[in-house]
């Protein structure tokens, strides 16, 4: 499977994104979601994850309240809403998708296989 994120760009502090994750090669319809970031000088950190199904997602602790992960499995594609953006939210944001059919959220990226080539978020103050 192939993934393509897009939605990424430049936006002033308090301003919202909306991201894409679109899978070619197979559906992922059937496979959990998450979404990972990488600042500069750090490690990759996770965002936040959607099951297979859609019914259960997950947020580290900074984003929660203002990034909402939802898929549609129609279009095959996952996104991921941010608003109220700070600076800090500034990355490259990656999404990655589980190898194996309906399997649970993870947090780490180890629990992720097929990764997308990430956008880039710059929030500026």
């Known amino acids: 499977v192939q993934l393509q994120a897009s939605g990424g760009g430049l936006v002033q502090a308090g301003g919202s994104l909306r991201l894409s994750c679109a899978a070619s090669?197979?559906?992922?319809?059937?496979?959990?979601v998450a979404w990972f970031r990488q600042a500069p000088g750090k490690e990759r950190e996770f965002v936040a994850a959607?099951?297979?199904?859609?019914?259960?997602?997950f947020y580290t602790n900074s984003v929660k309240g203002r990034f909402t992960v939802s898929r549609d499995n129609a279009k095959n594609t996952v996104s991921l809403q941010m608003i109220s953006l700070k600076p800090e939210d500034t990355a490259v944001y990656y999404c990655?998708?589980?190898?194996?059919?309906?399997?649970?959220?993870?947090?780490?990226?180890?629990?992720?296989?097929?990764w997308g080539q990430g956008t880039q978020v710059t929030v500026s103050s």
């Open positions: 990655a998708s589980k190898r194996a059919q309906y399997e649970g959220i993870g947090v780490t990226r180890y629990d992720y296989t097929y």
């Open positions: 090669g197979r559906t992922i319809k059937n496979y959990a």
């Open positions: 959607i099951s297979w199904n859609g019914g259960s997602t």
